[in-house]
């Protein structure tokens, strides 16, 4: 699998599988917007079940973070990285 240009505003996604280590690397251009706020967060009915979107997709990023629990430090957890 090579770089593959995905469309803006399609809502496009790669779907990655297999056994082996994987590396996704993700860029953006701000080639057609003149001014921010730059990039938005996409609802998605999939992400969504796990807590992962919005519920509406929208470019307040403070909105979507508030609905998230706060992070809390933790140690290392054996199986958490693969082998």
């Known amino acids: 699998m090579g770089l593959r240009p995905l469309p803006a505003e399609d809502g496009?996604?790669?779907r990655l599988t297999?056994?082996?280590a994987c590396v996704v690397l993700a860029m953006s251009s701000r080639e057609n917007q003149a001014f921010g706020p730059y990039g938005e967060y996409v609802?998605?009915?999939v992400a969504g079940r796990y807590g992962?979107?919005?519920e509406e997709t929208t470019q307040d990023g403070e909105a979507v973070s508030a609905s998230?629990?706060?992070s809390e430090p933790s140690r290392y957890r054996e199986g958490w990285l693969p082998s």
Do not use: K
Request: charged share 20%; proline share 7%; hydrophobic share 25%.
């Open 12 to 14: 496009a996604c790669n």
């Open 18 to 20: 297999g056994d082996g």
């Open 43 to 45: 609802a998605n009915e």
């Open 52 to 54: 992962a979107s919005p």
């Open 68 to 70: 998230w629990t706060e």
